[in-house]
């Protein structure tokens, strides 16, 4: 259901609760009168311990998945700092080679804004954002040209960097569409199945519907909250795109700095 990403949490919570609930409340008000369960106190133990059963797989198998799905989150995160502070280590070895570091500048400053700004933001549908591929290109062109300018050292270094920034990217694009296993989510719904089909166990009275329903809506919050933390780079809950953005206004106040410096010396 990828379209559920682009909608508000608070519109995905009412979502899950809504058709948990009504899921819920219908399974007891539809097949109720069809089951015809006995309303002794025994079956009505039975009942309840079924349903508890069945809440408690689901409450647990949720915590974990949510332990699971905000442990991916951090991971993601720790991803893209990492590859921010690679395209800073490379704009400040870039910056100490004088005049021919100096073309890598704007180009680095390109692809930077690309990726926060263009490839961030689709990656996770689509893959590599076509300007940003060329942002990449036009790059890796400059870092070559100006490593056959300069002594087997330095360029070594150089392409060492710019290999790394390379590396960082495509770690970035593989972890765009990790999310929790599909088994995860097949026994989230098998448990939500099981808990729904207790329904008709009990008497299709309002407060037990209305009891029924509440539960239900509880659990299908928590399945709402594991739905966002999912997917890392997507929806309202995701990575941020802050570290980029904290190089970019880096490369600003630098240039901005050396500008002034350079206007006195001429």
């Known amino acids: 259901m990828p379209f559920l990403y682009h909608l508000p949490s608070s519109l995905i919570y009412a979502l899950f609760m809504g058709l948990a609930a009504g899921a819920a409340a219908l399974a007891c008000l539809i097949f109720a009168p069809l089951v015809r369960a006995p309303q002794t106190k025994e ?12 809440t408690a797989a689901l409450t647990l198998t949720l915590a974990f998945c949510a332990v699971q799905a905000r442990s991916q989150m951090a991971d993601a995160q720790r991803q893209v700092q990492a590859e921010a502070a690679e395209i800073g280590g490379l704009f400040r070895l870039a910056e100490r080679m004088g005049p021919t570091g100096q073309v890598l500048l704007p180009v680095l400053g390109r692809y930077l804004h690309s990726v926060s700004t ?28 100006a490593a056959a300018t300069l002594s087997d050292r330095v360029a070594a270094d150089l392409l060492d960097e710019a290999d790394q920034v390379e590396a ?36 299709a009275r309002a407060h037990v ?10 659990l299908g919050a928590l399945v709402g909250f594991v739905f966002l933390m999912d997917q890392p780079f997507r929806g309202s809950i995701a990575v941020s795109t802050e570290p980029y953005q904290a190089v970019e206004r880096s490369i600003a106040h630098r240039a901005a700095a050396l500008h002034p410096a350079r206007h006195v010396s001429h």
């Open 43 to 54: 079956m009505l133990d039975v009942a309840m311990r079924t349903t508890g059963a069945v």
């Open 118 to 145: 263009e490839e961030f933001t689709t990656m996770a549908a689509s893959g590599r954002h076509p300007a940003t591929q060329r942002a990449a290109e036009a790059l890796e062109h400059a870092v070559y040209a």
């Open 168 to 203: 960082a990217r495509e770690a970035r694009l593989h972890a765009a569409t990790a999310g929790l296993p599909a088994q995860f989510w097949t026994l989230i719904l098998v448990l939500a199945v099981l808990m729904v089909a207790t329904g008709p166990l009990y008497p």
């Open 209 to 218: 519907v209305a009891m029924l329903a509440v539960q239900a809506a509880g």
